[in-house]
């Protein structure tokens, strides 16, 4: 029954970050995402976090969908001529770059997380971490260009995408 919930759960959070995936640009969001890199240089086998900041900017009360490990997020990695990052082992289930993951490349604790909502009055922020080497292998040494996108609290047909931030990978 546990594996059935959390196989449950694993469906809705691919459905959303697939959902974001092809959502269109929206002009009018309630809100706004931005980010910023906790560390500009970071060796690698580190972990390289990223700040991200939902700001309400409407003028009630928005209710922010969040998961404890950043799944409810969809971020990439990319390097200075573009190409996507690898993905790491936990970022082959999350990152929706594998249509049909197999099931021996993943253990059953990657699926299991806590889903909670957040309440954000208009113009106040909601701050969390996300580790981008966590999501993508980030073993080269070089300059990795980082974006994230979450569903819009309010229209989750919308994606609302950050800026991008570059972190430097050094040895």
């Known amino acids: ?3 059935l919930r959390v196989f449950c759960a694993f469906c809705v959070v691919l459905g959303t970050l697939g959902a974001e995936a092809v959502a269109q640009p929206h002009t009018t969001s309630s809100a ?15 972990s390289a976090y990223i700040e991200v900041t939902a700001a309400n900017k409407s003028g009630h009360d928005i209710v922010v969908p969040r998961e404890v490990r950043g799944t409810d997020s969809q971020i990439e990695v990319r390097d200075l001529s573009g190409k996507l990052a690898d993905d790491s082992k936990f970022g082959y289930v999350w990152n929706g770059h594998v249509a049909d993951p197999d099931p021996s490349q993943v253990s059953v604790k990657d699926f299991e997380g806590m889903i909670f909502t957040v309440t954000v009055k208009p ?5 969390w971490h996300l580790d981008a080497a966590k999501f993508y292998s980030m073993n080269k040494p ?27 990978m050094v040895p």
């Open 1 to 3: 029954m546990k594996t």
């Open 32 to 46: 706004t995402l931005t980010i910023k890199a906790s560390q500009r240089s970071v060796k690698i086998g580190s």
């Open 123 to 127: 113009g106040e922020k909601l701050t």
């Open 142 to 168: 070089g300059k990795y260009a980082i974006i994230v996108q979450k569903a819009d609290p309010e229209n989750p047909s919308v994606a609302l995408k950050s800026n991008v931030v570059a972190v430097t």
